[in-house]
């Protein structure tokens, strides 16, 4: 005991001084640690952001695989299915053809996963850098630490030899008083075999307790027989509680059993409700396919007005053109009556003007005796008279002549004026072209805007058909599923009885 006392002492005040070294120690590593923890935040966020965008990815597999499974089923369908020849290998280059889309998708996707993984690869070795480098930071705490372990560790080993020391003293005071008891009742009985047994057994007991006592080495074989019977009791107890655990395993069986019955029944459920479910969305889509014909319709209808549209306005434009060409000729006629009517007046004229000249004619070609005897009084009297009616002529041929100036005049302005009408009716064909011209181009776009729509409702459709199929795929599947479930049901309620 003053031994066990002393190397209390001893290892008390080695943990003192292992204490006072871990402070200073610890003092000079916490600045260190404090610029690697922030880095390893850090890395760790960088972590988790490309972790998710793994999981992303991941979904796009999964995604684009349970295309390829529903694609890989239309196949089987396909093949099942009695259909000419030329359908089922324009069925199957379609579905190749999707299939090759679908692998080049896969690809690009598994190559953008091998991408984030590398990251992640160099991430990891990253922060397992930084994990050396704080371990090595910490390596004297962590020194020190088992340093102190290990003495604990020590000092309860002293305590237990101690005790186990003790324990077998006792155990073996109690063989003894037992052998001592067994002895006295053979005594009684007069058994002489049994008495030499007890006998070399006390014997030995006496041994092993002068051994104990002297503190030879022989006590270690005397503590190694004492764990042995130990360890038979620890067996005989596992035994038993591994007993127990095989029945509560059998409950738990029994109970996990009825769980999956629940389970399957709550299945079957599910599937008659999706079922009901899909057929309502069956329903649905045909009433949407049915408002999408519909839709098309009137929009083809409203792309044959448009279409018609053009050819009236070019219509319309060809009877203007025709009213204005009978304008014109209306107008050339009127000017050729007028210039005929100027002609017929001219025409007048010149013959006024030889009637004069041939009155005149005589007079002045007659000698001058004769003029001068007609230039008598009764003579100049006829003469006047004939001179005033000359003159008088010759008035009206004077205003004659300007009637026909007038009307040249008027004939001219008659002519601009046609002039200027044939070009406001030049201008005013060129804008009614330039609105047609407006007008085609907004009936080119209203018609590539119902081209767009035709397609958005093409896409529509298509898109409802895949729904459509993918709906009858499901209730196919679901249809083969149920009786497979009513199989194990059947199977499971056999097993439970």
């Known amino acids: 005991m003053i031994m066990i006392t002393t190397t209390k002492t001893t290892t008390n005040t080695t943990t003192s001084t292992t204490t006072t070294t871990t402070s200073t120690t610890t003092t000079t590593t916490t600045t260190t640690t404090t610029t690697t923890t922030t880095t390893l935040l850090l890395l760790l966020l960088l ?24 694609l890989l089923l239309l196949l089987l369908l396909l093949l099942l299915l009695r259909l000419p020849l030329l359908l089922q290998l324009l069925l199957l280059l379609l579905l190749l053809l999707l299939l090759l889309l679908l692998l080049l998708l896969l690809l690009l996707l598994l190559l953008l996963l091998l991408l984030l993984l590398l990251l992640l690869l160099l991430l990891l070795l990253l922060l397992l850098l930084l994990l050396l480098l704080l371990l090595l930071l910490l390596l004297p705490l962590l020194l020190l630490l088992l340093l102190l372990l290990l003495l604990l560790l020590l000092l309860l080993l002293l ?59 022989q006590l270690f074989i005397l503590l190694l027989l004492l764990l042995l019977l130990l360890l038979l009791l620890l067996l005989l107890l596992l035994l038993l509680q591994l007993l127990l655990l095989l029945l509560l395993l059998l409950l738990l069986l029994l109970l996990l059993l009825l769980l999956l019955l629940l389970l399957l029944l709550l299945l079957l459920l599910l599937l008659l409700l999706l079922l009901l479910l899909l057929l309502l969305l ?21 792309l044959l007005l448009l279409l018609l549209l053009p050819l009236l306005l070019l219509l319309l434009l060809l009877l203007l053109l025709l009213l204005l060409l009978l304008m014109l000729l209306l107008l050339l006629l009127l000017l050729l009556l007028l210039l005929l009517l100027l002609l017929l007046l001219l025409l007048l004229l010149l013959l006024l003007l030889l009637l004069l000249l041939l009155l005149l004619l005589p007079i002045l070609l007659l000698p001058l005796p004769l003029r001068l005897l007609l230039l008598s009084q009764r003579v100049l009297l006829s003469l006047r008279l004939q001179l005033l009616l000359l003159l008088l002529l010759l008035l009206l041929l004077l ?60 896409l529509l459709l298509l898109l409802l058909l895949l729904l459509l199929l993918l709906l009858l795929l499901l209730l196919l599947l679901l249809l083969l599923l149920l009786p497979l479930l009513l199989q194990l049901l059947l199977l499971e309620a056999t097993f439970i009885v």
Do not use: C, G
């Open 282 to 302: 069956v329903l649905l889509l045909l009433l949407l396919l049915l408002l999408l014909l519909l839709l098309l319709l009137q929009l083809l209808l409203l």
């Open 399 to 458: 205003l004659l002549l300007l009637l026909l100036l007038l009307l040249l005049l008027l004939l001219l302005l008659l002519l601009l004026l046609l002039l200027l009408l044939l070009l406001l009716l030049f201008l005013l064909l060129l804008l009614l072209l330039l609105l047609l011209l407006l007008l085609l181009l907004l009936l080119l776009l209203l018609l590539l805007l119902l081209l767009l729509l035709l397609l958005l409702l093409l």
């Open 159 to 217: 305590l237990l030899l101690l005790l186990l020391r003790l324990l077998l003293l006792l155990l073996l005071l109690l063989l003894l008083l037992l052998l001592l008891l067994l002895l006295l009742r053979l005594l009684l009985l007069q058994q002489q075999q049994l008495l030499l047994l007890l006998l070399l057994l006390l014997l030995l007991l006496l041994l092993l307790l002068r051994l104990l006592l002297l503190q030879q080495q």
């Open 47 to 70: 972590l988790l952001l490309l972790l998710l965008l793994l999981l992303l990815l991941l979904l796009l597999l999964l995604l684009l695989l349970l295309l390829l499974l529903l």
